[in-house]
């Protein structure tokens, strides 16, 4: 597989972006959902700020409040036996509670604009905040399906009640429609396809099964974008590959002739996260055509391997230009970055069900 990493790469960092709060720092611009519009690209950034700590045994949390529209601050010291601080990203509940209390930063989407995809210009305030009570911990991971003159936007919203995904819709990028959460907790990676499919709308997703399951993608079907049925099971994980452990729904949907071309993410137990791809029905996408044995993506630039959590490289969003696939993508939950390959050469890489 022949892939072209831009040389300016990483294209957007933490440095490029102001802080919200100038009490706050940018530690993360990433995961970012794609777009065209008015002959530009619009990446859709994921930052996430965290507050400045000047004490290094107190770790701060912002959590919004929906009652005041302002930011609690949270402070926790990392001596405190009922909290276990050893992942950067999240403050987990120790003894048998488990699962995480509190995150270390708050996510939102700010607007990242360029029109030649290697040199962007980034919105001076946030486009898409957390409004609501599903969004206290904060908004994450957006994705951008146009359809018609609408642009639907959504993502992971978090709170203390799970993580969920919820969606607003734009004309414009500049007004935004909230349309509330499409799918319950828990769940995300959430990838709308661009046009109906013999009169229904699809959608993958990825469930997070407690008692039996995995963390596999799946897709349903809508009539109005709003309201999701008739789940079907779609993509499972495999034992000793690269998508063993958890994977997810990518870029949208590209409609090629062959088939749906979904370009999604997977990871091993250790947290190495790759890129493939999945192919599927033109006419019926719970169908499975082909699948990636192999990544067509995989974390080797040093900025894919060394960030605040290495070793990933994951797409919100692609931009495709003839046979032209150019995947943009967070790198190691810290920066964008971009990178090209050819629609043909990932087509042929997969390995087709008999």
């Known amino acids: 597989m022949n892939v072209y990493r831009y040389e ?16 706050f720092e940018v530690i993360g611009a990433f995961n970012a959902g794609i777009t065209t519009f008015n002959d ?14 000047e004490n290094r045994n107190i770790v701060k949390s912002p959590i919004y409040n929906p009652k005041t529209n302002e930011l609690d601050i949270l402070e926790l010291d990392i001596n405190d ?8 990203r999240t403050i987990q509940h120790t003894g048998e509670r488990g699962g995480f209390a509190y995150l270390t930063s708050l996510s939102y989407f700010r607007i990242a604009r360029s029109k030649d995809g290697h040199n962007f210009t980034i919105d001076e305030r ?7 009570e599903l969004e206290t911990f904060g908004i994450e991971d957006p994705r951008i399906t146009k359809i018609d003159d609408t642009y639907y936007i959504y ?62 993608i799946w897709i349903a079907e ?4 709003l309201h999701w049925g008739n789940h079907k099971h779609l993509l499972g994980l495999r034992e ?33 996260y790759c890129m493939g791809a999945v192919l599927l029905d033109l006419n019926d996408p719970t169908k499975v055509i082909a699948r990636s044995d192999q990544p067509i993506l995989e974390p080797e630039a040093d900025y894919e391997v060394e960030g605040f959590f290495g070793n990933v490289v994951f797409s ?20 964008m970055a971009c990178a090209e390959l050819s629609l043909n050469e990932i087509l042929a890489s997969l390995t087709y069900s008999k």
Do not use: Q
């Open 240 to 272: 000793g590959m690269w998508d063993s452990a958890r994977m997810g729904g990518g870029a949208v949907p590209i409609k090629t002739e062959k088939g749906w071309l979904e370009l999604y993410h997977g990871a091993t137990s250790d947290h190495r």
């Open 81 to 88: 036996p009922a909290y276990d601080f050893s992942d950067p």
């Open 222 to 225: 809508s009539t109005n974008l």
């Open 126 to 132: 946030p486009f898409v905040y957390p409004s609501n």
């Open 40 to 53: 530009e690209i619009i990446i859709l950034l994921r930052v996430a700020e965290r507050p400045i700590s």
């Open 155 to 216: 993502f992971s919203a978090v709170s203390p009640v799970g993580v969920g995904e919820s969606m607003v819709s734009t004309k414009d990028f500049v007004t935004i429609e909230h349309h509330g959460m499409i799918f319950a907790p828990e769940n995300k990676d959430v990838l709308i396809f661009p046009e109906k499919v013999n009169g229904k709308y699809y959608a993958l997703h990825r469930p997070v099964p407690k008692s039996a399951g995995e963390p596999e």
């Open 8 to 23: 300016e790469n990483p294209l957007i960092t933490p440095m490029d972006v102001k802080p919200h709060r100038s009490d």
């Open 316 to 335: 919100c969003g692609a931009v495709v230009e003839g046979d032209v696939v150019k995947m943009f993508y967070g790198v190691a939950d810290t920066s």
